[in-house]
């Protein structure tokens, strides 16, 4: 049976879709003299995180190649999708940039915007991707898959788990977990993971389905990691099953993400944005930023990051249908 279910508060909706619309003028942009001042890059997420502290380094390697300052502008709420929105009414000069998450390919579905993502940004460049995890607190009494389940089973409703936000992939996996085990869970969602991971380590929440920033909680001592969402274990955490290894079988949720200009932006100039920030992404800095997180780099070109844009647009569909979502009216 389909469910309609409200997820976002209605500040945080009209904070999102009622930003101004699409650029109206394309900018002429000499790409030759790009760029001849600083330039912005929007984040969704509190600083802190397991994409903002990558994305800093990576603005100060980019900062070097271009010449002029790259600076991060931190746009939190709205599940990280405030950029994306933000850069429907910016100049499509190449000084504003947005970090792109994979929820974004959702929106249609889930939000009333009157814009399409596969089609209404330019991508520049795909950077990398996140590693999902539940996680528990290290002094919780669930240590294993078979115990959070059977714990929800026992305590319907009673089993809070934090994401960084509405409708992101941990989110709509958690339900696609619940959906496969019969249980009942209750989402707690926060404006980033920090906020999110914070929260179940203070045990404010009894887990959270986060990406892999939980790494350096659980080589501390401070939190249990119960299961991965990929393919494979992580080489880090070989003892730690996959959800497939614990008997729940789901895609695993899509994690990239990347940069992206307005729809208008010049050729050119995106071109000089690709290769400054693929050039930066090379460097050591960000690889070694990424692996505190345990991410690596996944490089899309700016074709490639198009498509996949317009492929997961529609992929997301397929994946709401089956957990029975209906947006509400």
Do not use: C
């Not at 579905?109 to 995890?133: E, H, K």
């Not at 989402?187 to 999110?196: A, F, I, L």
């Amino acid at each position: 049976m389909k469910t309609t279910r409200r997820f976002l508060g209605a500040a945080a909706i009209a904070a999102l879709y009622t930003v101004g619309g699409p650029a109206a003028t394309a900018w002429a942009q000499d790409a030759s003299n790009f760029p001849t001042r600083p330039i912005k890059i929007m984040l969704g997420f509190p600083p802190g995180g397991s994409t903002d502290s990558p994305m800093r380094v990576l603005a100060e390697d980019a900062s070097k190649i271009l010449k002029q300052p790259v600076v991060i502008e931190n746009k939190p709420g709205a599940a990280g999708l405030m950029p994306a929105q933000l850069l429907q009414g910016a100049q499509p000069d190449g000084y504003t940039v947005g970090v792109i998450p994979a929820n974004l390919f959702r929106l249609p579905y889930t939000g009333t915007i009157n814009w399409n993502p596969a089609t209404d940004l330019r991508y520049v460049i795909g950077l990398t991707s996140f590693v999902y995890g539940i996680v528990v607190p290290a002094a919780s009494q669930i240590k294993t898959m078979d115990d959070y389940v059977a714990y929800a089973k026992a305590h319907p409703g009673e089993l809070t788990y934090a994401t960084p936000g509405a409708y992101l992939a941990q989110h709509l996996a958690m339900e696609q977990v619940a959906r496969i085990k019969n249980i009942k869970l209750s989402h707690v969602p926060y404006k980033g993971t920090s906020e999110s991971l914070q929260a179940v380590v203070g045990e404010h929440v009894m887990s959270a389905a986060e990406t892999s920033g939980w790494g350096p909680y659980v080589e501390s001592g401070k939190l249990r990691l119960l299961v991965t969402f990929g393919e494979k274990r992580m080489s880090r955490f070989p003892d730690v099953p996959t959800l497939k290894e614990a008997g729940i079988d789901i895609p695993p949720p899509s994690a990239a993400w990347g940069l992206a200009v307005p729809k208008n932006t010049p050729p050119a100039v995106v071109s000089k944005l690709h290769d400054a920030f693929k050039q930066a992404m090379e460097q050591p800095g960000f690889r070694n930023a990424l692996a505190q997180y345990y991410m690596e780099p996944a490089y899309m070109s700016s074709a490639r990051y198009q498509q996949f844009a317009a492929e997961s647009t529609q992929r997301e569909k397929q994946m709401l249908d089956a957990i029975g979502f209906v947006r509400e009216k």
